[in-house]
Antibody
Framework: EVQLLESGGGLVQPGGSLRLSCAAS????????MSWVRQAPGKGLEWVSS????????YYAGSVNGRFTISRDNSKNTLFLQMNSLRAEDTAVYYC???????????WGQGTLVTVSS | DIQMTQSPSSVSASVGDRVTITCRAS??????LAWYQQKPGKAPKLLIY???SLQSGVPSRFSGSGSGTDFTLTISSLQSEDFATYYC?????????FGPGTKVDIK
């Protein structure tokens, strides 16, 4: 059974850093493109970043480019999102998702809440 | 970036009703479109991919159509468990943008 379990969310001050983790089970992480999608309180879904299967090419939304870094540890079957220079507008639930057939997110984690506030 | 719009933003319907949601892309995306269902406090769920392909396990009352810039999600006979927010998402090119969502609630 495919499962994704995020962790690492919490309260952080503006300008601070946080690293989110997404532990995958039931499939081999390195074989799939993986993504982070966020949802601000009461708002819609916003794609944040993706890392492609195999070659590990990375992609970022303009709003996080240069501040966030996506990576994975294939030995631990875990996806990461390193978030630096956090802003209030980064406050959201962050979901990791597996991509099927390029762009279609067929499995999602339960989400982890990141709150950026002083 | 490709902009996605949805209409209506919300719809009130009764069990058994036929519900249609429209999604429009700011440029042609062929059939690179997905539909997701999200219930409060839960992660989104993939319903439709490639504009009209039903994801495994999704009831057949859900269907998708369209290509180019205009797409439709139809629920043929609304069930109580279908009250949720529905999002379209283009998978044509990065960034993979989502529509703003359509909330389906009880009339």
């Amino acid at each position: 059974e495919v499962q994704l379990l995020e962790s690492g969310g919490g309260l952080v001050q503006p300008g601070g850093s946080l690293r989110l983790s997404c532990a995958a089970s039931g499939f081999t992480l390195r074989s799939y493109t993986m993504s982070w999608v966020r949802q601000a309180p009461g708002k819609g879904l916003e794609w944040v970043s993706s890392i492609s299967g195999g070659v590990d090419s990375t992609y970022y939304a303009g709003s996080v480019n240069g501040r966030f870094t996506i990576s994975r540890d294939n030995s631990k079957n875990t996806l990461f999102l390193q978030m630096n220079s956090l802003r209030a507008e980064d406050t959201a639930v962050y979901y990791c998702a597996r991509e099927y057939n390029s762009g279609y997110k067929d499995y999602w984690g339960q989400g982890t809440l990141v709150t950026v506030s002083s | 970036d490709i902009q996605m719009t949805q209409s209506p933003s919300s719809v009130s319907a009764s069990v058994g009703d036929r519900v249609t949601i429209t999604c429009r892309a700011s440029q042609g995306i062929s059939t690179w479109l997905a539909w997701y269902q999200q219930k409060p406090g839960k992660a989104p769920k993939l319903l439709i991919y490639a504009a009209s392909s039903l994801q495994s396990g999704v009831p057949s009352r859900f269907s998708g159509s369209g290509s180019g810039t205009d797409f439709t999600l139809t629920i043929s006979s609304l069930q109580s468990e279908d009250f949720a927010t529905y999002y379209c998402q283009q998978a044509h090119s990065f960034p993979f943008t989502f529509g703003p969502g359509t909330k389906v609630d009880i009339k």
